[in-house]
């Protein structure tokens, strides 16, 4: 079997012990939008832990042939640092990478990368009151940790008999191989999510044949083909009003898209017929067109946008098995319909370790015991954001921060201004250490999975989808509710829930309202 690296070379550097008060594991949307913010607050003493030889994230990774982003440009950008130049609606994988490497120059976080460095362990030293991180390039050590990683950084390989034995080529669409020439090859893509509705029609020209296995079919409703002409990018420019207008209008119209997600039956109706509708126009075929019908409640599972998808399976060259892939023998891969088909290599579009993430493993107490032994039944946090039995952790992207509806660089940013908020009451307070009480973290996820008991994740509608944590049927990725509301009750900190420690002992903290502050969407 030929496979590629999961992960790029490491850096060669020299390692060296650093320390530091601030310690960011990441350099996504999340650790460099920490670290700008840390910046732009006067805080300089701090460094951030990447793996990869570059910053990006989920940007970085992924640059499968038709890469994009399906969360509108605007709304997909730091509302602190705006992007007058957006190509479109919609951006291309490769634009917003170059956008993150734009806002960490701009921003001046190079020097405070550690590139090459992956997070082989991380524990919290009692004594010490810090937090000691070792990588290959050196161990660092710093007060504070906050965890950047994301939920897409870690593909899932799927465990399929024979798969290990393939001959040909298989890549993750995260971990693409650019050397591999699928010309006129025959291809298998496994899944029909995210990636690979645009993995699809971007290889199915090229491709000699194409078979796509299917476990379910996806709700697809049409993709706005919006460009943003030169006069346009001229007028956000030099307008910034105009582009703040834009960006608030799209985040309300998001934002309404919540009704689906609560269950509501006519936003319900609404999706599933503009999505039948959108079927219908685009396959005339009635057998293929009953293969591609999900019949499982609209939110449920991702609900996907592309133009493109359903008439690249109407190809000659396409064929949709309609089953899941369970077995490969050789050069040929069957479905649990029994259908074979012989192929020269494999796409894998299985996703990621989202609900159980590989860094929890990493990530130890005063005790030794891992964040992933704490989550054992599902991932869970206080606010969102912090996690008790850690002391001076924070977790952005963490448990309970995604969003079906809308934006995760809104959800990054209010988290983003909880911790400045946070640290800045440390420093007027003389606090050492700070830590969510178990009692309120239990009392905070009770009333976020009560809140999720009758959104359709939750309820039964016929499908399984990877914000439920299989272990426990806790709803543990998205935030079951509106953006705003997540930032109304998690983007500042009062103190209530934690317990601190100062020179004087330890003991919960007073409760503080925030100051009024006018934020930015």
């Not at 709304?75 to 734009?102: C, H, M, R, T, V």
């Not at 399976?313 to 891969?333: D, I, K, P, Q, Y």
């Not at 130890?364 to 969102?384: I, K, N, P, V, Y």
């Not at 850690?390 to 934006?407: D, K, M, R």
Request: aromatic share 10%; with cysteine; net charge negative.
């Amino acid at each position: 079997m030929t496979t590629t690296s999961t992960l790029t070379a490491p850096a060669t550097t020299t390692s060296r012990d650093e320390q530091a008060e601030i310690l960011i594991i990441g350099s996504g949307f999340a650790g460099l939008g920490m670290g700008a913010q840390l910046k732009r607050h006067g805080r300089h003493d701090f460094i951030i832990i990447e793996r990869e030889n570059e910053v990006g994230g989920t940007w970085r990774d992924n640059t499968y042939p038709g890469a994009a982003c399906d969360v509108p440009s605007h709304l997909y950008s730091f509302s602190f640092a705006p992007n007058p130049q957006w190509s479109g609606f919609y951006a291309p994988g490769a634009e917003i990478q170059d956008y993150i490497l734009k806002f960490t120059e701009d921003e001046g976080l190079r020097p405070h990368l550690r590139l090459g460095a992956t997070m082989e362990d991380a524990q919290w030293d009692e004594d010490a009151e810090r937090w000691v991180v070792r990588t290959p390039r050196g161990t660092y050590t710093g007060r504070w940790l906050i965890t950047g990683t994301g939920h897409l950084a870690d593909p899932s390989l799927p465990d399929i008999p024979g798969l290990e034995a393939f001959e040909g080529p298989i890549m993750h669409s995260a971990r693409w191989d650019h050397g591999v020439d699928l010309t006129g090859k025959r291809v298998a893509v496994v899944g029909t999510g995210a990636s690979a509705i645009q993995v699809v029609p971007a290889i199915a020209e090229a491709v000699d044949e194409l078979v796509v296995f299917q476990r379910t079919p996806a709700w697809v409703i049409p993709r706005l083909v919006k460009p943003y002409s030169a006069a346009t990018r001229r007028m956000f420019e030099r307008a910034p009003q105009t582009m703040q207008r834009e960006r608030d209008d799209i985040f309300w119209f998001a934002e309404s898209n919540y009704a689906q997600r609560r269950g509501v039956p006519a936003a319900l109706d609404q999706v599933r017929n503009q999505a039948l509708g959108h079927l219908a126009s685009q396959v005339a075929d009635e057998e293929l067109r009953e293969k591609l019908t999900p019949h499982y409640i609209p939110g449920c599972k991702r609900v996907l946008v592309s133009n493109a998808y359903y008439p690249a399976l109407t190809r000659e060259n396409v064929t949709l098995e309609a089953s899941a892939l369970v077995r490969v023998e050789g050069n040929r891969v069957e479905g649990a319909s029994g259908e074979s088909y012989e192929v020269d290599a494999i796409v894998l579009c299985t996703g990621f370790e989202a609900a159980q993430p590989p860094f929890a493993d990493h990530i130890r107490d005063g005790a030794g015991r891992s964040l992933a032994e704490h989550w054992s039944t599902g991932m869970a946090a206080f606010d969102s954001t912090a996690v008790a039995g850690f002391p001076n952790l924070f977790a952005i992207n963490g448990p309970n921060t995604s969003l079906g509806h809308n934006s995760i660089v809104y959800t990054i940013e209010s988290q983003i201004t909880y911790i400045l908020e946070a640290l800045d009451r440390v420093d007027r307070e003389g606090i050492r250490t700070l830590v969510p009480q178990q009692m309120a973290q239990e009392e905070y996820v009770d009333k976020i999975q009560e809140r999720a008991a009758t959104t359709v994740w939750l309820v039964d509608g016929g499908c399984q989808s990877w914000y439920v944590d299989p272990r426990s049927g806790k709803l543990t990725l998205i935030w079951p509710d509106y953006a705003y509301d997540f930032r109304a009750r998690n983007g500042h900190f009062t103190g209530e829930g934690f317990l601190s420690r100062t020179v004087a002992g330890e003991a919960p903290m007073q409760h503080q309202m925030p100051p009024r502050q006018t934020e930015l969407i």
